[in-house]
């Protein structure tokens, strides 16, 4: 009976660890840690004057960015979606993209909006599991962008910075790839997966067309938000020069796209605090600028609240399709990997 119970109480633990609640609880935890680091080392008095530094012209540009950026990520998502034939509409992909960036920001875990512009995507094209493959291919398509913009700036203007990072990406991909061999070797199950996963990215990015716009758009992309980035650190009134400042500006974005954070608060202050003080400008800076970026980025997605509840308004006027947990669940570990 005690083996019994223990084996159920094992269960148990293993359910929860495994639950989409726990990840997205632990991810914000984290997050909020290290916030609290990032208080206890430079004080508060940072957050205080980016919060104070905002005013009506830096919002003005903040949200012109944002569109811009937005209608970038939505072009790249709906290029990637008619590859794998669940195409979407640029204008309808810009709405779905405005309201899962909302979503992203305001949701613990970061990823609940993605998740829910897969599955509405997906029902809309008939193919839910389709749908997440594109949504992953298009975030996964820019973070790569992201991460080759940033080495090539940084080996010019952030030698610095480059003998931190370059090892982290090293050890990331090294790991990455040896999980994914070992699965292949030891499971003919992961073996078919990844056969099938490669075939698919292959005809989201595979035509010469389709990976160059890809590439357009996630350069687009990451400009805005490196140019909404300079915009809070000129609020702040620190000067920068362009390039200096785009080098520290791509280290932040990445330390803001891990996904240990509360609505994209977290690491991305902590890691702008570490940037600006090895530069030479001083720790408080870095941190009154990311946190005043953090807000501009709120302040940016508020068209996606409006989209939000006008979706959930039609969404109470029809007869919800019925959809499993499972299939839920599955789009979740697609797009939150």
Known sequence: MAVMSASASASRVRAILSSTWFRLTARSLVGVAVLVAVVAQVGSEPFLHGLASIDLPVIAIALALSAIATIAAAWRWSVIAGRLGVGVRLRDAVGHYYRSQFLNTVLPGGVVGDVQRAVTQGRDAGNVAQAARAVVIERTAGQVVQIALAVIVLAGFGLEFEGYLLPVLGIGLTVLALAVLTAAATSSRARRALRRELGELSAGLG???????????????????VATLGVAVAAVGASVPPFRLAALALVILLAGSIPLNLGGWGPREGVAGWTFAVAGLGAATGVAASALFGVLAMIAVAPGLVLAVASAAHRTRRTPAPASAAVSEGVHERVGS
Request: overall charge positive.
């Open 207 to 225: 035509s010469p067309g389709a990976f160059v716009r890809v590439v357009v758009a996630s350069i687009i992309v990451v400009g805005c938000h």
